[in-house]
Nanobody, 125 residues
């Protein structure tokens, strides 16, 4: 089984910073794109930032220049550094992996569209 576990959420004042982490566990051989989504109350889940295994990044326009996505490939971990936070950044943030290759002996197993449980980020004074 593969799991994505997020941490680092919390309450922060406007203008503050938070760093989210997401660790993938299991007999992981490789992970393709890892990204962060968020969902605010009453709104659809939206892509915040994505990072491919090749190093390409993609950001939502609303977070460009404020958020940075990065990965530690050896630790199967993805981070989201969030600076200059605004009240409209308040949401549950979810880690996502599009495809994870696991090894079971000599066999490769692929898990697709894997989600974490989410971590709450609240920006408020």
């Amino acid at each position: 089984q593969v799991q994505l576990v997020e941490s680092g959420g919390g309450l922060v004042q406007p203008g503050g910073s938070l760093r989210l982490s997401c660790v993938a566990s299991g007999s992981i051989f490789s992970i393709y794109t890892m990204d962060w989504y968020r969902q605010a109350p009453g709104k659809q889940r939206e892509l915040v930032a994505a990072l491919t295994s090749g190093g390409s990044t993609n950001y939502a326009d609303s977070v460009k220049g404020r958020f940075t996505i990065s990965r530690d490939y050896a630790k199967n971990t993805v981070y989201l550094q969030m600076n200059s936070l605004k009240p409209e950044d308040t949401a549950v943030y979810y880690c996502h992996a599009d495809a994870i290759r696991r090894t079971l002996g000599v066999t490769s197993i692929y898990d697709y569209d894997v989600w974490g449980q989410g971590t709450q980020v609240t920006v408020s004074s």
